[in-house]
Nanobody, 124 residues
Framework: QVQLVESGGGLVQPGGSLRLSCAAS????????MGWFRQAPGKEREFVAC????????YYADSVKGRFTISRDNAKNMMYLQMNSLKPEDTAVYYC?????????????????WGQGTQVTVSS
C-alpha cells in the first residue's frame, strides 16, 4: 500500500511556473510507477505525465510536452512535476497516482492509488 499527498498548487499568471510535489508513504515507493493526472471542471480526469519506478523513463501528454517535467527521488519518497510556460487551459486539480503496472499508470480508470489533489489556476 502507498499513500500519496500532493502540494505546491496555487494561482499563477499565464507564462509562469509552478512545481508540484507528491509525498508517498511506505517503504515500497521504488516499486511503483508514478504519474500525474488533472481534472478540469466538467471534464474527465486526463493523463499528464508518468515516470517508471526506476525514474529512467518518462512519458508526457502531447498538451504538456516540452513545458512540463516529471521527476522522482526514491530516496526521499517524492515525485515532482515542474510546470513551465503555464497556460489558462492548464487550470485543473492535479492528482498524483501510483501503480505497479506500467500499462495502467497512464489510464485513470485503472489506477488504484490516488492523492487528494491540488488546485492549479492559471489566470491573469
Amino acid at each position: 500500500q502507498v499513500q500519496l499527498v500532493e502540494s505546491g498548487g496555487g494561482l499563477v499568471q499565464p507564462g509562469g511556473s509552478l512545481r508540484l510535489s507528491c509525498a508517498a508513504s511506505g517503504r515500497t515507493f521504488s516499486m511503483y510507477n508514478m504519474g500525474w493526472f488533472r481534472q478540469a471542471p466538467g471534464k474527465e480526469r486526463e493523463f499528464v505525465a508518468c515516470i517508471t519506478n526506476s525514474g529512467i523513463t518518462t512519458y508526457y501528454a502531447d498538451s504538456v510536452k516540452g513545458r512540463f517535467t516529471i521527476s522522482r527521488d526514491n530516496a526521499k519518497n517524492m515525485m515532482y512535476l515542474q510546470m513551465n510556460s503555464l497556460k489558462p487551459e492548464d487550470t485543473a486539480v492535479y492528482y498524483c497516482a501510483a501503480d505497479q503496472s506500467l500499462s495502467a499508470i497512464t489510464i485513470a480508470t485503472s489506477i488504484v492509488h490516488w492523492g487528494q489533489g491540488t488546485q492549479v489556476t492559471v489566470s491573469s
